[in-house]
DNA sequence: GCATGTGAATAGCTTCACAGCT
DNA sequence: AGCTGTGAAGCTATTCACATGC
C-alpha cells in the first residue's frame, strides 16, 4: 500500500490496474514453481489455485498484459515467466540500500528471497558507529554519512528502510534528496515523500490488529449467533446512554468533555 | 490480505468494510501519539494528515464506528483511542506464538512492536533441536513437537509463520488443528486454511517487485513523455511479429510451440 | 470439445459536496 | 463560523457468463 502524497492517482500504470500489479509477483512465483519441474503448460484454473486466487480474475488480468494463452491448451509455462518478469522490471538488475541495520534490517540482509529475483543488496547502511565495517550476510555495514555517494555511485533508486521510527523520515528525506524514488518501509511511521515517489510500507503490528479485529469478531458470533433480531443485551448494567452514540460500549473511566 | 480460501465473502464484518479495518491500525498508531503528547482533540483534518490519509476517507471510516466526533470541533484523542482500540479488539490480551525462529523470526520476536499493543508472545516454538533451549528475545525456544501443548495451555488463537516456505503449509495445517483461527504468514507460500481461518501474508520480495514494477515505468516515461501521441519507436529490428499480441517485447531465446 | 479472453453486471471503495449540529 | 457525518456520484475491482478460436 502506497503511503502519504504518493501514487499516481491519475492514469493506471500503463492501463495496468494496481490490483493487478499486485498480483503478479504471485503469479510469477508459481510459475517459477512450476518452471522448476519443468510443467510445460498450465491452465488458468490450476495456476489460479497455485497461486491462491479464482481464475477468473487470473485471466483478467492476464489479459491487461496481452493474449499469451492458448484457447482450448492453456499458457506457456516459460513464456509466461519471461512476460510478467518483463513486465514488473525484474529482467533488469535494481541495486537497492538497506538503510537501519538492526534485528530487522539484519534478518532482511540475510533473507536471499529477493537476491534471486533482480534484486541486489547494493550496500548496506547504518548510523551507529558501532555497527560500521561489521560484516552482515557477507557485507560490510557502511555509515549513513557516505549513503549519497553510495546512492549515486551505484545507480540506486530503490530503498529499504528499517530504522527505528524515530528516524524513518529524516532517512527518507536524504533517500529521496539523493535521488531515491522507491522506498519500502518497515518502520511504524507514516513517511511523506514528493510527488513521484513511491513508499510501500510493511507493519508487522498492523497486520496483527487486523487479525485481532476478525478474530474478536469470530468469538462474538458463537454468542449471538443465528436469529440476529433481537440485539444482544448490553454488556455494562445501565442502559445506553445519551449522547454518544457508538454501537455499544463506553469509557471505562471519564467521558470527554 | 487473506489468501486462499478465506475472508468471509457474504457479510461485511459488522458492518464494517475491509478497507476501514485495515485503517484502523493507522488511525490509532497516530492518535496515540497525540495522546502522549497530551493533545485533547483533533480534528480529521489533522488526524488525517498523520495517518496519510485524505480527510473525506477518514470521516467516512469513523462514521462505520459511530458518530464519536463533535460537530465544529472535532474528536476526543483519548475517547477514540479506546473506542478504537476495542473495535480492533486490542482491550483483551492477545497471546501468540512464533513459529520458525531463524533469522527473520528471531528479529521478529524482539521487535517489541506489537507486545505493547495487545499482543504477547506466549512461546517461540522451531523444529531444529539446536535452537530449543535457546534465549531469543529474553525467551526459551520451545521445540515443535510441544505445539498443540502450547496453544492449547495458552489459550493461543494467532500464530505468526516464519519458517522457510517449505515448512509453512505443514506447520500452517498443524496450527489450524491445534485450534488456531488467525495465521500471519512470513513465508514466501500460499497457505491453504479452512473457512473460518484468517490468512494474512507479509512477504518483502513482493513489496519490492511492485516496486520496481512502478520504478520501471518512471524510467521509460522519461523517453516518451509530453505528446503521447506518436507512438515511441519499436526497441528491437523487425516489426512486431504476427502471432503473439503482446504490447512488445518477445522472448530472448526460443519461443513456445 | 475445451480453455482463453472479454463485454456486461455487480460489488466495493473513494471522493464530493453539503446538510446538520455545536 | 466551523467541522462532522453522510447521501450521492464516480471510480476501481471482482465476478459472471459466453463468444471466440484453437
Given at each position: 500500500m502506497a503511503t502519504g502524497r504518493?501514487?499516481?492517482?491519475?492514469?493506471?500504470s500503463r492501463g495496468i490496474p494496481e490490483a493487478t500489479v499486485a498480483r503478479l509477483p504471485l503469479y510469477l512465483r508459481a510459475l517459477t514453481a512450476l518452471s522448476e519441474r519443468s510443467v510445460p503448460t498450465v491452465s488458468s484454473e490450476e495456476l489460479a489455485a497455485a497461486a491462491g486466487v479464482n481464475s477468473a480474475k487470473l485471466r483478467k488480468d492476464f489479459s491487461y498484459l496481452g493474449s499469451y494463452g492458448t484457447r482450448g491448451v492453456g499458457y506457456d509455462v516459460e513464456y509466461l515467466v519471461y512476460q510478467i518478469s518483463r513486465e514488473l522490471g525484474l529482467t533488469q538488475d535494481w541495486p537497492i540500500v538497506m538503510v537501519g541495520i538492526g534485528n530487522l534490517g539484519a534478518a532482511l540482509a540475510n533473507y536471499g528471497g529477493f537476491a534471486?529475483?533482480?534484486?541486489?543488496?547494493?550496500a548496506l547502511i547504518d548510523a551507529d558507529p558501532a555497527m560500521v565495517g561489521k560484516p552482515v550476510a557477507g557485507m560490510p555495514v557502511q555509515h549513513i554519512d557516505d549513503l549519497e555517494k553510495i546512492i549515486d555511485e551505484n545507480g540506486v533508486s530503490i530503498g529499504v528502510i528499517a530504522t527505528p521510527a524515530g528516524a524513518a523520515q529524516q532517512v527518507c528525506d536524504r533517500l529521496v534528496t539523493a535521488g531515491v524514488t522507491s522506498i519500502l518501509n518497515f518502520a511504524p511511521t507514516v513517511l511523506s515523500v514528493p510527488d513521484g515517489v513511491d513508499v510501500r510500507k510493511v507493519d508487522l503490528s498492523i497486520e496483527l490488529q487486523i487479525l485481532a479485529f476478525h478474530e474478536q469478531r469470530k468469538a462474538g458470533e458463537e454468542a449471538?449467533?443465528?436469529?440476529?433480531v433481537v440485539p444482544p443485551?448490553?454488556?455494562?448494567?445501565?442502559?445506553?446512554?445519551?449522547g454518544r452514540k457508538g454501537p455499544d460500549g463506553d469509557m471505562p473511566a471519564v467521558m470527554p468533555a
Open positions: 504518493t501514487h499516481r492517482p491519475a492514469t493506471r534471486s529475483r533482480g534484486f541486489r543488496v547494493a449471538g449467533a443465528a436469529e440476529a443485551v448490553v454488556r455494562g448494567a445501565t442502559a445506553p446512554a445519551e
